[in-house]
T-cell receptor, first 106, second 114 residues
Framework: DAKTTQPNSMESNEEEPVHLPCNHSTISGTDYIHWYRQLPSQGPEYVIHGLTSNVNNRMASLAIAEDRKSSTLILHRATLRDAAVYYCNPRVQFYFGTGTSLTVIP | DVKVTQSSRYLVKRTGEKVFLECVQDMDHENMFWYRQDPGLGLRLIYFSYDVKMKEKGDIPEGYSVSREKKERFSLILESASTNQTSMYLC?????????????FGSGTQLSVL
């Protein structure tokens, strides 16, 4: 099964960019890399996903390494509302780890 | 927008009771999932279903069963609740399209077993 490794926690100053890393070295060639975030007292919500190319949407950008063994979620300007737990999740397994708890400092 | 609805936000049950957690989605998704979430352990997959009447075990199926009689509804059953099943339970659904298989989650059910 594909496994992911993420830092337990990260901090960022408000309005600065944040780069959240994820290692998924056992990912298969057809696995899309998904990112979710969970705000306090809510279920996780979808953020972004991609296969090989970098992806952008209104919430974030996703940078995928050329060998696909790692990816980085980029929040271009962190806001207080971005404080959450962020999970990366290769498609096939649908197994989530403990994610990265992001603290945004005003 | 996709809506995944879990029947209860909070539930309190006694040890040994049979407990049903219900989940309904309104977007005709093929896939449905049940997770539990505990502090320090993240989200762990209990069961999932790719189609009506089909089910697959996840990481931690022991002590649980599931039922999917209709496409939109996926039920999690605790046959005899125990205190170690006190947890937040999250239901999710997704399309079966590999290029667009993003998960939509419900708000969760906080179950306390006394």
């Amino acid at each position: 099964d594909a496994k992911t490794t993420q830092p337990n926690s990260m901090e960022s100053n408000e309005e600065e960019p944040v780069h959240l890393p994820c290692n998924h070295s056992t990912i298969s060639g057809t696995d899309y890399i998904h990112w979710y975030r969970q705000l306090p007292s809510q279920g996780p919500e979808y953020v972004i996903h991609g296969l090989t190319s970098n992806v952008n949407n209104r919430m974030a950008s996703l940078a995928i390494a050329e060998d696909r063994k790692s990816s980085t979620l980029i929040l271009h300007r962190a806001t207080l509302r971005d404080a959450a737990v962020y999970y990366c999740n290769p498609r096939v397994q649908f197994y989530f780890g403990t994610g990265t708890s992001l603290t945004v400092i005003p | 927008d996709v809506k995944v609805t879990q029947s209860s936000r909070y539930l309190v049950k006694r040890t040994g009771e049979k407990v049903f957690l219900e989940c309904v989605q309104d977007m005709d998704h093929e896939n449905m999932f049940w997770y539990r979430q505990d502090p320090g352990l993240g989200l762990r997959l209990i069961y999932f279903s790719y189609d009506v009447k089909m089910k697959e075990k996840g990481d931690i199926p022991e002590g649980y069963s599931v039922s999917r009689e209709k496409k939109e509804r996926f039920s999690l059953i605790l046959e005899s609740a125990s205190t170690n099943q006190t947890s937040m339970y999250l239901c999710a659904s997704s399309l079966a399209d590999i290029s667009n298989e993003k998960l939509f989650f419900g708000s969760g059910t906080q179950l306390s077993v006394l």
